[in-house]
């Protein structure tokens, strides 16, 4: 797979142990690679970003008030 998406392979590795996160590089070449859309991979990240950060700070987040119109 590394050498087919031009990946390095300690990059891979890192991405696989989920030490490195999904970048737009990494998102064209995975998307061809698999014959996804392009920012498929880069969705994905940032669903798993995102739902880090309400773990994170839910509650913070909580205390937001919204904005009155």
Known sequence: MAAATGIDVD??????DGKVAVD???D????RYFGMTERFFL???NDY???EERRAHGPEFDRIE???A
């Open 43 to 45: 969705g994905l990240q």
């Open 28 to 31: 064209l070449r995975l998307a």
């Open 24 to 26: 737009a590089n990494v």
């Open 66 to 68: 919204r904005r009155a």
């Open 11 to 16: 990059h891979l590795t890192l991405l696989l």
């Open 49 to 51: 970003d995102l739902e």
